[in-house]
């Protein structure tokens, strides 16, 4: 028998092969996928509480946690969502100059900010809704914030009252973040009954004037909007386009009217700009936080980390200097505090944490970045805020 033939006669018959071929199809996951109503193909096991070894391990926990419409409204951006990007992009363009280590023990992380003793220079950064996230809701993570010795500051638009969030305790300092009201009294009424309840100081939100952030919820299903009309502003003959102008009336002088219901400080967020920043100055404000609302607000504008040696130029030392938008990693704030910064606010990490895990998983985030920090400076050889001057980065955004 030649080798030809050999192969022939070795060769599976027409039946040998339908039979295996049948066995493989029985034996596939494809036809078991049919007969078990259980999906198998997209299964993945949520790691627990412990298995979070830095921040973005949170996120995907929160991610399986939440309905899509709060996934969506924490997770997204405006428009193209470049912004949002380039937040976390420019910290890869400044690099960190390494130099003798030190023993973290060594690391001292402690500042004031606006007569606030702190350990770290961190801030909770005011963000909406927070029920929605843990049934707790904002008094349950103002907790966590106390807990990680972190000033917490209240959004304009919290699911509890602002009044029940500052009262819940006076364990730790709480600050009032406020969207102005083109009423006059109203903005009084307001400012009074925050700060009665015990916010020491405010911080005035001026951007997202001209948002054209409902577009980007109905594109990404905020709320179920694919399938139903929009949640909030409609379309209208003044308003064909739906590009909402509830603060398209904002001016500095506005700052002027409401300095004297304020008794503590008042600070400006959303400055991207020298220029801006000196007139956030000029019109009382003791304190500015630079910040784009997290890629919120207008697409296409600079990254918070870019802009900040500009600001801080600008601002002089007069006032302190807070920034936020992007901040993920120990490492990040660093960054920020060499490029002048006096302190960082953390957004979306800490919703991430609370939504996760609840108010244990906050603290951990607000712990892990705070542990990064005096990680980073120990690498860099930095003891002191005070050692941390430009000269411990070096930038490259050009
Ligand atoms: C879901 C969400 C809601 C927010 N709500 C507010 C708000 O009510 N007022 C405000 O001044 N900023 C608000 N912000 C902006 C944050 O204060 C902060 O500027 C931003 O989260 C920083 O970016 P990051 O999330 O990348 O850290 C919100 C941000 C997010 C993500």
């Excluded at 198998?40 to 979070?52: K, N, S």
């Excluded at 509890?160 to 009423?183: L, T």
């Excluded at 904002?250 to 503590?264: H, K, M, N, Q, V």
């Excluded at 957004?347 to 108010?359: K, L, Q």
């Amino acid at each position: 028998m030649g080798p030809e033939e050999r192969r022939w006669r070795g060769s599976p018959t027409r039946r040998e092969a339908l039979a295996s071929l049948a066995a493989l199809v029985a034996g596939s996951p494809l036809l078991s996928a049919q007969r078990d109503p259980a999906q198998r193909a997209g299964h993945h096991r949520i790691p627990g509480f412990a298995e979070m070894r830095d921040i973005f391990d949170f996120e995907p926990v929160f991610r399986a946690n939440v309905t899509q419409a709060v996934y969506d409204y924490t997770a997204h951006g405006a428009d193209s969502e470049f912004t949002m990007r380039r937040n976390r992009d420019a910290f890869a363009w400044v690099d960190i100059v390494a130099r003798p280590a030190i023993a973290p023990s060594a690391v001292d992380t402690r500042t004031t900010v606006l007569g606030l003793s702190l350990d770290y220079p961190l801030f909770v950064a005011p963000t909406a809704l927070q029920s929605a996230l843990h049934p707790d809701g904002e008094v349950g993570m103002r907790g966590a914030a106390i807990t990680a010795k972190t000033p917490y500051i209240i959004s304009n638009n919290s699911s509890q009252p602002a009044e029940k969030i500052a009262s819940s305790s006076s364990a730790g300092p709480v600050w009032f973040q406020f969207y102005p009201r083109r009423s006059l009294d109203e903005s009084r009424a307001m400012l009074e009954r925050v700060q009665n309840a015990g916010a020491s100081a405010v911080v005035v939100t001026v951007d997202q004037q001209a948002t054209t952030y409902e577009r980007t919820l109905h594109l990404r299903n905020l709320g179920g909007s694919v399938r139903g009309p929009l949640p909030r502003q409609g379309a209208n003959a003044r308003n064909p386009y739906r590009v909402g102008d509830g603060r398209l009336w904002y001016e500095w002088s506005y700052l002027d009217r409401i300095r004297p219901f304020i008794a503590g400080p008042m600070l400006v967020k959303g400055i991207l700009t020298g220029e801006d920043a000196r007139l956030c100055i000029e019109h009382g404000a003791q304190g500015v936080i630079v910040s784009n609302h997290g890629g919120r607000s207008l697409d296409y504008g600079p990254s918070t980390l870019e802009v900040l040696p500009e600001i801080v130029d600008a601002v002089a030392g007069r006032v302190p200097v807070l920034v936020d938008s992007g901040f993920r990693r120990g490492s990040d704030v660093m960054k920020a505090l060499a490029l002048g910064a006096n302190a960082v606010c953390l957004g979306r990490a800490t919703r991430w944490g609370y939504a996760a895990f609840g108010p244990q998983g906050a603290q951990r985030v607000i712990e892990m970045v705070q542990a990064e920090l005096v990680a980073s400076m120990a690498a860099a050889g930095r003891r002191s805020l005070a050692e941390l001057d430009r000269s411990a980065v070096v930038t490259r955004f050009d």
